[in-house]
């Protein structure tokens, strides 16, 4: 834990995001709007000040070992910040959700009632080694009212604390306030775990990486938390899948970007189809490649396939591996999916259509597919800009966040000398 001053150094700052949010929270749209294009512009017009410190986090992680799925989710290039800088002015030109009524009614007594959204008031986060989200969190917490306190671990604290930095200068240069959003990384695990017991400075707090980090979160925070899920995502191949959909659906959730949550960790076959599907869609796999983890009706199709444990079936891999089983039908393939999903995402492919319809309603996930990569399951892909993270819990919000989840709503009343008899 922090001393004494670092305690006091910390509760310092999070009291002036504190008061930065009383700001954000009355801020015109147009005022969000461009602080927004001041951090765009400073992202695009810093790619030599970003990148090398950026640089220096990788090649820390190497020396220390991080695995190939969590460097590739720590880089940061000239093309991943021309697109975070594209996702910031999306964001920018997004409808603002701040003051919509969302309900109300006129009471037989004339009292007039509103429902209208209001911002939570400071945003923690918590999350390793993605730089890409103190982007993200930053843009998507100004554009709804709040303001954003953010952990982002020791393996991309260079390249945070530059990023920081700019979307500081960039809302100072708008008339917005800069303590909008901090950075708690110089306090080390102390700065997480402060954040954890912050009530009164933190209104909601979302961790978003590994199961452990997720779990620690919601197991020792005193805050509300917005739980973002691991990734053991499915795809079942269904008996009347056709042959062209499972080897493209198939390779693109597992191939395009596998260090992603929304990427493919289990692939399951109809057996009715495997003879039919598995090779083709296997050679697909292992050509850009792909290891194949097997059960045992697999490994007869598949000889070269590892033998598949356990562990294979619960695995988040990040990496170009995919745990496949053959099963018997829809029945065996929700229950397996039942047994080991983490309520992300699961797609079916399929022609049959009471079987689309029986996996939609059945899967209980945040994102339920037919015949669709689960690739798509992304805050941008979905027409937000961004996303927060992607919620796996049932309360408040599920699947990609954006701007409506970072809000909450309050009731208005409107009424003329109303007393209550």
Same mark, same amino acid.
């Given at each position: ?5 670092? &305690?006091? =150094? ?33 992202? &695009? ?18 020396? $220390? ?24 002015l999306e964001i920018a030109a997004l409808v603002d959700p701040v003051g919509e009524v969302i309900g109300g009614k006129t009471l037989p007594n004339g009292?007039?009632? =509103? ?16 730089? $890409? ?12 009212? $709040? ?12 390249? $945070? ?12 240069? *708008? ?5 909008? %959003?901090?950075? %708690? ?104 490649? *792909? ?7 697999? &490994? &007869? ?66 994102? *339920?597919?037919?015949?669709? =990569? ?12 961004? +996303? ?16 409506? +989840? ?6 208005? %009343? ?8």
């Open positions: 834990m922090p001393n004494t001053l670092e &305690r006091t =150094s910390l509760d310092e700052r999070l009291s002036a995001a504190k008061r930065a949010s009383a700001v954000l929270a009355t801020a015109t749209a147009d005022q969000k709007n461009r602080g927004l294009r001041a951090i765009a512009d400073a992202v &695009r017009g810093n790619i030599e000040r970003i990148t090398p410190a950026n640089r220096l986090d990788l090649d820390i992680g190497a020396s $220390n070992g991080l695995s190939t799925g969590l460097l590739d989710r720590l880089t940061l290039d000239e093309r991943r910040l021309g697109a975070l800088a594209d996702a910031v009292l007039k009632l =509103s429902q209208v959204r209001v911002p939570f008031g400071v945003v923690g986060a918590i999350y390793e080694a993605r730089p $890409n989200v103190t982007i993200d969190i930053a843009a998507l917490a100004l554009k709804s009212g $709040n303001a954003a306190v953010l952990r982002g671990g020791s393996a991309a604290e260079n390249t $945070n604390r530059v990023l920081v930095e700019l979307i500081s200068d960039a809302l100072e240069s *708008v008339g917005l306030p800069g303590d909008a %959003v901090q950075t %708690v990384d110089d306090f080390g695990r102390a700065g997480a775990a402060h954040l954890m017991r912050a009530r009164g400075f933190i209104d909601v707090l979302i961790p978003r990486g590994s199961a452990d980090l997720i779990n620690t979160v919601v197991a020792e925070s005193t805050v509300p938390v917005i739980e973002t899920g691991a990734g053991v995502v499915h795809v079942f191949l269904d008996e009347s899948a056709s042959e062209e959909w499972a080897v493209d659906i198939v390779h693109n959730a597992k191939v395009q970007r596998p260090s992603v949550c929304n990427a493919i960790e289990t692939l399951l076959v109809h057996r009715d189809a495997a003879d039919r599907l598995l090779p083709p869609v296997v050679r697909a796999l292992t050509a850009s490649g *792909v290891t194949i983890h097997g059960d045992d009706r697999v &490994r &007869r199709l598949v000889p070269d396939a590892v033998p598949a444990t356990e562990d294979d079936w619960r695995a988040e891999y990040y990496t170009l591996d995919l745990a496949v089983a053959i099963v018997d039908d829809l029945d065996a393939a929700l229950a397996h999916i039942a047994e080991y999903s983490t309520h992300h995402t699961e797609s079916i492919v399929t022609n049959d259509h009471a079987n689309a319809e029986r996996f939609l309603a059945e899967v209980d996930s945040a994102v *339920v597919m037919v015949n669709a =990569s689960t690739r798509f399951t992304d805050g941008g892909e979905f027409g937000f800009g961004a +996303e927060v993270g992607i919620s796996t819990q049932k309360l408040h919000a599920r699947g990609p966040m954006g701007l409506p +989840e970072l809000t909450s709503t309050k009731w208005l %009343v409107r009424g003329s000398g109303h007393v209550r008899a």
